[in-house]
């Protein structure tokens, strides 16, 4: 496909060889698990008269998605943007398009149309698919505003009321079916979307053998049987509930996924107890909403024996609070949609498990931590910028090339960004970022596109945007303006949002705080101190 970078083939035939590739696709694989499974549950509708899908139907269901979009005219290697909630179209649409050998985008329900525009150009998307409504938002208006500006979008379909819009095609009844073009293992399975940390986000090709790899190897790690109930708490379209192990291991593994309509404690909790399920993955906002619900909440939640934590560094504290008023395991993820992942086992000490991001999943993922002045690697146990490459992290953004250059090292290497120290049993300790990213609740937030869009504000004359410490989402996102000689007064923050919401921005990426001062710091070099800048602003 053109835009995406293949790994050397040095070490395809290293990582093939050590068996982590294997000569299968998502959509074969799912095949196979229904052969195995079939009649047992495969997924669960966690909404309150939410259906049960089988394996073998799950399977049959995708096969008749697959058959109704190749009638459209969807052929192997086209795009589709994907942004459906977690329901079980979702599941099937994914599936049918993976079977097909499309490619899809997977965007998230809070993108809007600045996300999606980029995202539908970019991939150079011939379909977007969205729900009628989620949350009470309604994305067939937002879909009209997406068509009207990128004209080139030949398809809009509707899990639900299609309103001027086409509902997800199925294969028409009583017409054989065709055979469909096979996607290869090595071809790109999905685009998941990256955090933005400059700019707008970037799209992360993942091939079929390297995401199935993510998707197995983590559900062993986790220990997953057949006998587990995993629960879908988080947007199901973000790498974590998805292939961490997510709904992918949890269907390799012959388990049941529960996706649940909201992240809530009083959702979760009530689906714990009703379907009782053994595993689920939070965010540390949501896992600090969870333990402090356990004080009052009564749902049995005897069949729980993990709790995943990732998306964020979770807090030793909290982490030591898990296990005594959940009544259940911790374990530590630290990761990225672009590959590595790192777990504590399940097998760790306590002081690993509630002090440490974990270790490298796979005995292949190569690590270095970096000097960033330097690029020497650091003395072990000091502070650096982590470089990774390995057999399921990407060696290029999809049509990036520009970015890929300074994202990358000549010899393959990943700089994420982030800042860790590892210990000598192998496992990291985040200690920040390198990068200007703010990671509010799990969802990375660019201080330069927010910056760009804040400057663009009449009344602004500078701005300066950085994260500030809260216990209760990670980081809050500070604004810090110099108003404009034309302003003949501050904006109120509300403005400032309803100001970044016309302009296209998802709600999570738009600030929390706004301060107004006279002039901003600088460095010795002249740029803007913004370590200076946070330190001067009082709690709120």
Excluded at 221 to 242: K, M, R, S, T, W
Aim: charged content about 25%; glycine content about 10%; overall charge negative.
């Amino acid at each position: 496909m053109r835009g995406f970078t293949p790994w050397p083939e040095e070490y395809a035939e290293r990582y093939r060889a050590a068996g982590y590739w294997r000569d299968e696709t998502l959509g074969g694989l799912l095949r196979q698990w229904a052969e195995r499974s079939g009649d047992a549950v495969a997924l669960v509708d966690g909404r309150p008269d939410g259906s049960r899908y089988s394996y073998a139907e799950l399977n049959r269901l995708a096969d008749a998605r697959a058959q109704g979009l190749r009638e459209l005219g969807l052929r192997a290697g086209d795009r589709v943007v994907v942004q459906l909630p977690n329901v079980p179209e979702f599941a099937v649409t994914l599936f049918g398009l993976l079977r097909l050998g499309v490619v899809p985008v997977l965007a998230l329900p809070a993108h809007r149309q600045l996300e999606i525009e980029h995202f539908v150009r970019l991939a150079e998307a011939r379909a977007y698919v969205i729900p009628d409504r989620h949350e009470g938002f309604d994305y067939r208006g937002l879909a009209a505003s997406v068509r009207a500006a990128v004209p080139e979008l030949e398809h809009v379909l509707v899990a639900g009321e299609p309103g001027d819009f086409a509902p997800l095609p199925d294969a028409v009844p009583g017409r054989a079916p065709e055979p469909l073009d096979q996607p290869g293992p090595g071809d790109v399975a999905v685009l998941l979307i990256s955090g933005g940390t400059t700019g707008k986000p970037k799209l992360i090709p993942r091939t079929h053998r390297d995401y199935a790899y993510n998707a197995r190897a983590s559900a062993e790690v986790c220990g997953l049987v057949a006998e587990d109930v995993y629960l879908a708490c988080l947007p199901i379209a973000h790498n974590f509930p998805l292939a961490c192990p997510g709904f992918l291991g949890a269907l390799g593994a012959g388990a049941t996924t529960v996706l649940a309509p909201a992240p809530s404690p009083d959702v979760g909790l009530r689906l714990v107890e009703r379907e009782r399920v053994t595993v689920t993955a939070l965010v540390p906002p949501m896992a600090r909403m969870w333990v402090e619900a356990a004080g009052w909440d009564t749902s049995d939640r005897s069949s729980l024996r993990l709790l995943q934590v990732g998306g964020a560094k979770l807090d030793q504290g909290l982490a030591e609070r898990v296990t005594p008023e959940l009544g259940c395991g911790v374990q530590q993820v630290f990761g990225m949609a672009e590959g590595l992942l790192n777990y504590t086992r399940l097998d760790d000490p306590a002081d690993l498990v509630n002090g440490t991001q974990g270790r490298p999943l796979c005995p292949d993922d190569e690590i270095r931590v970096v000097d960033g002045e330097t690029g020497a690697d650091v003395p072990p146990g000091e502070v650096g910028e982590l470089f990774t490459r390995g057999p399921y992290t990407l060696r290029g953004y999809f049509r990036a090339d520009a970015y890929n250059a300074g994202a990358f090292t000549p010899d393959g290497f990943y700089k994420t960004g982030d800042l860790v120290r590892r210990l000598p049993s192998g496992h990291l300790v985040v200690a920040g970022r390198s990068k200007e990213v703010i990671n509010r609740g799990g969802e990375n937030v660019s201080a330069t596109m927010l910056e760009d869009h804040l400057a663009e504000h009449p009344s602004i004359a500078q701005v300066a945007v950085f994260g500030l410490p809260d216990e209760s989402v990670g980081e809050r996102v500070c604004a810090v303006v110099v108003l404009s000689a034309e302003a003949d007064r501050p904006p109120k923050l509300k403005e400032l949002r309803a100001f970044l919401a016309d302009r296209g921005l998802a709600r999570f990426v738009t600030p929390d705080r706004l301060v107004v001062r006279e002039k901003l710091p600088v460095t010795g070099v002249g740029k803007i101190d913004k370590r200076a800048l946070a330190g001067s602003i009082e709690p709120a």
